[in-house]
């Protein structure tokens, strides 16, 4: 089965520019997206299709994928960006996410 | 704006069955770009997905979890549901219903969630 790995942890310091990988099998050649989730909340979509940001979304959230690797780049990380993130892509008909990354702004 | 609520029982017993409904409003689950899926969260844990219904009635289902997982829609109510049979405490968790953007393209993504169910396993 396909799966999609993220790193547990990474952390940032506030205004610095952090990237979180997802990593699966030929992932490039499939759509990535990423979703954010704060404690007790449903998860949020804030990248879809690779690079593109649903309305509402801030301008300094990007995504980009290539190869084994999706990327989703948060640049001036705000304290409010602390959360985990996932990855999803979509594979033989089945949804895989990847494990998740707890984003801390320190 | 669409808006999708879970309901039902937040204690099941081990081995028997969990049923859960989503009800969606705002919108029609009759829409032909999307899915409606069902994804769980065991406490401090990840995401899982469990699957995914068209409102045709056609479903895909996580391979781990298929052979005890039923999805179906009813559109008159606008609704549909999860059923898991045999749970146990590993099946403790958040459930979440959820709109799946539905594309042959390869993009599929949740772009309207639920705001989650507890469902405790236990005796």
């Known amino acids: 089965s396909y799966e999609l790995a993220q790193p547990p942890s990474v952390s940032v310091p506030p205004g610095q520019t952090v990237s979180i990988p997802c990593s699966g099998e030929k992932l490039g050649d499939k759509y990535a997206c990423w979703y954010q989730q704060k404690p007790g909340q449903s998860p949020v979509l804030v990248i879809y299709k690779d690079s593109k940001r649903p309305s509402g979304i801030p301008e300094r959230f990007s995504g980009s994928n290539s190869g084994n690797t999706a990327t989703l780049t948060i640049s001036g990380t705000q304290a409010m960006d602390e959360a985990d993130y996932y990855c999803?892509?979509?594979?033989?008909?089945?949804?895989?996410f990847g494990g998740g990354t707890k984003l801390t702004v320190l | 704006q669409l808006q999708l609520q879970e309901s039902g029982p937040g204690l099941v017993k081990p081995s028997e069955t969990l049923s859960l409904t989503c009800t969606v409003s705002g919108g029609s689950i009759s829409s032909s770009s999307y899915y409606w899926g069902w994804i769980r969260q065991p406490p401090g844990k990840g995401l899982e997905w469990i699957g995914s219904v068209y409102y045709s009635g056609k479903t895909n289902y996580n391979p781990s979890l298929k052979s005890r997982v039923t999805i179906s829609v009813d559109t008159s109510k606008n609704q549909f549901s999860l059923t898991l049979s045999s749970v146990t405490g590993a099946d403790t968790a958040v459930y979440y219903c959820?709109?799946?953007?539905?594309?042959?393209?390869?993009?599929?993504?949740?772009?309207?969630w639920g705001q989650g169910t507890l469902v405790t396993v236990s005796s």
């Open positions: 959820a709109r799946q953007d539905y594309s042959t393209s390869g993009s599929n993504y949740f772009d309207y």
């Open positions: 999803q892509a979509w594979d033989s008909n089945n949804v895989v």
